[in-house]
């Protein structure tokens, strides 16, 4: 640890984290130890993949993970991203597992990969994982276990899908890109490329971007010009901020929301202010979290255009600049702008989930629109976790992936505990009247501190469900509800009922 006196808040801050580490993270299984039923297949060995199969080795259930890709790719998108890219929101909002040890604010990718790699070694998921195994479908046997791909990788009783938010890179076809005489590459493809005294130009104006543009930094570039199609919003690198930001408890955009809206652009902003969106709220969709983009613009080395690609010349592209206000495709003033190296940070293709059985796809509840975003109706033993959100603000692989988790294992543990599909739509009914003004639609957006209300809805509402919130919530006492569960099976059996063996038939009201 780091020395209390000079730095004191290194100190508290990886003091906290052995202490959440020792309270709150599951005993790794011991080598030959015989893990139980329910046995879980989780679909993806990504950061969420690797933290929910821990999850559940933690307190006794066997998994079995698949990965489409090879070894290398062990961490999803943090395995193929650039050296230069790293976390923007603080770490403290990035504990994807209590055991997790960060050694600073905002890691890098090689250290978040580390840690990724540590976390699979340590439960002993080496063992429990199949690489360059694509999941083609997923289906169940007449007793409702589920089957991936073919019956000869074994039967399970429930489905973590892990597959994320980023697939395969987005390349767009732009007229005239042959033409161009520099180099193009995409943005999660700049480790090792040379940009020092050159002119960076950038395509897209999300986070890729904002990473694009660190390259850029890092590699000393004479100028960087972002072109981008909208306007997003930007938030500071400031834990304090993003953490009261996610407490929006309405999780979208409301009649207050002009008072942190007002704040950024008069405290943050600033004299950039003609960069802060005028169509769209701060609770619409996920900002932006970087400083250094404002003062790299106000020092000159970079510039933020508003505007239309046209097309490529042999030197640069020409840009149809808009003022402000004026929708994409609008009038504008056509520029030329000149690069040599051109970087598409135009983000990646979202991963499908069609592999789920077509069941799970029925209007009006297909994703996001399930069961706590992540349970189909249809399917309680089916956890999509991390990989059906489509925008928010502070919770990007933080503590929901073991409290998803978690709750997946109460259902399949505790039949009295899982939803029938009736009781999941009117959930998901409830929820759309209670944001019915959001200018989004009412999953498509959402905030931390409104996840945590699904949840302890989820668990108050049901009586059943009492006995397993410590466990939900912190992974703590799995024992004691599942002692309770086997004592509830004799009671039932003794009255001649039986809750059945089918994990995926829902039982609770």
């Known amino acids: ?53 821990s ?31 790293g976390l923007q929101i603080h770490s403290i909002m990035y504990r994807f597992h209590p055991s997790v040890q960060w050694t600073g604010g905002y890691p890098n990718r090689q250290q978040i990969v580390s840690q990724i790699t540590e976390l699979w070694k340590r439960y002993g998921l080496e063992e429990k994982t199949k690489f360059n195994t694509r999941v083609e ?51 999660s493809e700049l480790t090792g490329k040379d940009a020092k005294g050159k002119k960076l130009i950038i395509i897209g104006g999300g986070a890729s971007a904002v990473e694009a543009l660190e390259f850029g930094a890092h590699e000393d570039a004479d100028k960087t010009y972002i072109l981008a199609r909208s306007d997003k919003w930007i938030i500071p690198r400031n834990p304090v901020v993003d953490i009261l930001l996610s407490f929006n ?10 008072i942190p809206e007002l ?7 600033r004299d950039l202010e003609d960069l802060a969106p005028t169509d769209k709220g701060l609770f619409t969709g996920t900002p932006m979290v970087n400083s250094d983009v404002m003062d790299k613009i106000r020092s000159g080395k970079a510039e933020w255009l508003r505007g239309d690609i046209k097309g490529f010349t042999e030197g640069g592209i020409r840009f149809n600049k808009r003022a402000k206000g004026v929708p994409a495709g609008g009038p504008g003033r056509e520029v030329l702008i000149k690069g040599d190296i051109v970087v598409m940070a135009t983000g990646f293709d979202r991963p499908t989930l069609n592999f789920l059985p077509e069941d799970n796809f029925q209007d009006p509840y297909t994703p996001p ?10 399917h309680p033993s089916i956890c999509c976790n991390n990989c059906t959100y489509v925008n928010a603000i502070g919770s990007v692989g933080n503590w929901h992936i073991g409290i998803y988790t978690r709750i997946l294992l109460m259902f399949l543990s505790d039949p009295l505990t899982r939803p029938r599909p009736f009781w999941m739509e009117r959930w998901i009914d409830m929820t759309r009247i209670l944001k019915k003004f959001a200018p989004t639609g009412a999953f498509d957006f959402f905030t931390y501190l409104e996840l ?58």
Request: aromatic share 16%; glycine share 12%; charged share 20%.
């Open 1 to 53: 640890m780091k020395n209390p006196i000079l730095h004191p808040f290194v100190f508290f801050y990886q003091l906290m984290q052995w202490f959440l580490d020792k309270l709150l993270s599951p005993y790794p299984p011991a080598l030959g130890d015989k893990l139980g039923r329910p046995k879980i297949a989780i679909i993806g060995a990504g950061l969420t993949g690797v933290s929910a199969a």
């Open 55 to 85: 999850h559940c080795v933690g307190h006794g259930f066997d998994v079995r993970i698949f990965e489409a890709g090879p070894r290398e790719q062990l961490g999803g998108i943090w395995s193929r991203v650039n050296n230069t890219s």
């Open 137 to 187: 479908k997923v289906y169940q046997d007449e007793k409702g276990r589920w089957i991936i791909n073919n019956t000869g990788a074994g039967h399970f009783d429930g489905i973590i899908a892990a597959v994320g938010t980023c697939g395969d890179a987005k390349m767009p076809s732009i007229p005239g890109i042959n033409k161009f005489k520099g180099e193009i590459y995409h943005s």
């Open 249 to 258: 408890i309405f999780g979208g955009e409301t009649l207050l929301s002009w």
């Open 263 to 269: 704040l950024l652009k008069k405290l943050f902003y």
């Open 369 to 378: 629109n399930w069961y706590l975003q992540t349970f189909p109706p249809n």
């Open 452 to 509: 945590l209300w699904w949840f302890t809805f989820c668990i108050a509402i049901n009586p059943f469900r009492w006995k397993w919130a410590f466990f939900v919530f912190f992974g703590i006492g799995h024992g004691l509800p599942r002692r309770v569960v086997d004592a509830e099976d004799e009671l039932r059996h003794s009255l001649g009922v039986s809750n059945g063996e089918n994990y995926d038939i829902g039982k609770s009201f």
